[in-house]
């Protein structure tokens, strides 16, 4: 099969979809790659390294679209990259289609077959390709918000830790997920006092016995979330229904009543954001204020950290492209129950419940997935 891997055009999105060693387990499986120029630049790959590991170089990425089987991305593909999709390729990335419909009607209107990491499971329930970028985002929520809090960044002039004889900030974790464990542990460990808010009395059983005595929880009321949102800080939004829509848990009447320079991490961002005041933002340009408090809703917030988040990325994925490549997309999905949960658009109908749901549309039910698999290719 042919694997096309093109340079991210997102704004400030540095990560690639295969890294160089990545690139050679796909060639030594019998397949060729193709890599734009470039395209690992932004975590220190350079096209030598791509060269020694077997794919060849592109210079035009209409060209590469146009020729590859098999497109591996990180981020959802933007306008200019949508209309070079085609029937009978296959797309493999992050699409987080609940929350933009524009992408969604593009994707189908162009007869590709797409596959969202994010929605791709695992045995035990989870969310093995999420996962990776879950940890790193949850992590760099805490180290965004403080920068948010300190008062030339808008904030209330807070140190999240305090200092002896001055309490810590107050952080609190809308979410006990992977994300919000993960941010609970930096928070912690900066010396803030945190909470996490979450409706699973198991979830706040798991990470109560993780953090011990240091963390507090709460189950998610609506008095609780009201309660707790306004007396914090910071304040982080970590909760995701899988390929649905996120719900809005803070109102913007929460907002108008949060105190001056209290800030916001809303995470939840790439499936529409868990704050009704939330809107998409980008590195360039991180954050904005809604009431005097300051929304940090920065949609691909990994990619800040683009050589950690790749190595973590490909670590989980390269084994479904091997899959994908190898077999087919119909026998790779067939063969894997797990992987045919990412399945959310074929021959023109979405197929994911949760994203259909969102898009407001009929999806795609089982017969037409068996019959989608099934076709020759």
């Known amino acids: 099969m042919l694997v096309g891997v093109p340079r991210e055009i997102k704004v400030h999105e540095y990560r690639v979809g295969l890294t160089p060693a990545s690139v050679r387990e796909v060639v030594a499986h019998g397949h060729e790659v193709i890599v734009e120029r470039d395209a690992g630049r932004g975590i220190g790959a350079g096209d030598d390294d791509y060269r020694r590991a077997g794919a060849r170089i592109e210079d035009d990425a209409a060209a590469l679209y146009a020729a590859a089987e098999l497109i591996v991305k990180v981020k959802e593909p933007q306008p200019a990259e949508r209309v070079r999709l085609g029937a009978g390729q296959v797309l493999f990335a992050y699409l987080h289609l609940a929350p933009d419909p524009q992408q969604a009607n593009d994707l189908l209107a162009s007869g590709v077959t797409a596959i969202a990491y994010e929605t791709v499971g695992d045995a035990d329930g ?30 209330r002039g807070l140190l999240l830790g305090g200092v002896p004889g001055v309490e810590p900030a107050r952080v609190v974790i809308l979410g006990g997920g992977v994300v919000g464990s993960n941010a609970a542990l930096i928070a912690l460990g900066m010396g803030a006092a945190v909470t ?33 949102v306004l007396d914090a800080d910071l304040v982080i939004g970590a909760v995701l229904v899988p390929g649905a829509a996120a719900p809005k848990l803070v109102t913007r009447d929460i907002v108008r009543r949060m105190r001056s320079g209290t800030v916001v991490v809303d995470v939840a961002i790439d499936q529409g954001g868990c704050f009704e005041t939330s809107r998409p933002t980008t590195h360039a340009d991180p954050t ?41 997309w119909r026998e790779a999905l067939r063969d894997d129950p797990h992987l045919a949960q990412g399945l959310n658009i074929c021959a023109g109908r979405v197929m994911h419940p949760g994203v259909a749901a969102a898009l407001g549309v009929e999806p795609g039910n089982a017969r037409d997935i068996a019959a989608a698999t099934a076709a020759t290719p």
């Open 196 to 228: 996490i808010v979450d409706r699973s009395v198991a979830v706040l059983r798991r990470v109560g016995e993780r953090f011990g005595t240091q963390l507090h929880t709460l189950h998610a009321s609506t008095d609780a979330i009201e309660a707790a």
């Open 288 to 328: 904005f204020v809604v009431d005097d408090v300051v929304h940090y809703c920065v949609a691909n917030m990994p990619g800040a950290v683009a050589r950690t988040s790749t190595l973590a990325l490909n670590a989980a994925t390269l084994p479904y492209v091997l899959a994908l490549a190898d077999k087919g």
């Open 126 to 155: 989870g969310l093995p390709l999420l996962a990776p970028m879950s940890e790193v985002a949850g992590r760099m929520s805490v180290q965004a918000g403080a920068h948010c809090l300190e008062k030339a960044a808008g904030g």
